[in-house]
């Protein structure tokens, strides 16, 4: 059994599923329909609009997590977007944005318009990786933010050559950034406890 899937620019895309009997053929013909589109804003919590944020449409006739079938678009200087050559039927939307988290719409339909997204501002914790009993930085652990009151989860980083170390994409909540590798033990820092679309600064691991 295949899924087939034609498109052409202009087109709403069409898709099937085929048979095909060992050793046999199978004949398929697609249908392409009239194009549909979607449209609307991306902006941040206080309604100021997100240039340059993208915004992906996953078909319904896509049964598969192939994100090489989603429809893109990009917004403009006035955070708005068009999606085109959209097929019928309900869509997964998400938008994307450098420094905010993601946000996905489920069972948008097709020509709808003012589909609005609100995306929130990742927070941030930054600091150094210290010595204990120098207090000098320590270049080159890892460095990770286990939450305590908090979800989400994000990639270690590599303390810098002074200590310091960048953690992004956090959500709000309280976390505890810790350190380890290169054969040092495992460094701790207190408590952070980071508020949303805000960051965290000067935290000390040791």
Known sequence: SYSLRAEAQGHAAAAAHVDVPEGGEA??????????????????ALDRPIALAEVRARPPS????????DKVASTDENGRYEL????????TLTALAKGFHA???????ADAQDVDFRLTRVSRILGRVVDR????????????????????????????????????GLGAGVWVVQARGNGCALGESEAVDLPAEGDAEDVVVH
């Open 27 to 44: 004949h398929c013909e697609f249908t392409l329909g009239t194009p549909h589109r979607v449209s609307g804003r991306v902006l941040d």
């Open 62 to 69: 896509v049964w598969i997590s192939a994100s090489a079938f």
């Open 84 to 91: 085109v050559d959209l097929e019928s039927g309900r869509h």
């Open 103 to 109: 946000l996905i719409r489920d069972q948008v339909l």
């Open 133 to 168: 009993q120098g207090g000098a930085g320590v270049a080159g652990l890892e460095v990770y933010a286990r939450a305590i009151r908090a979800t989400g989860a994000i990639r270690p980083v590599r303390s810098g050559v002074d200590g310091s170390f960048d953690l992004d």
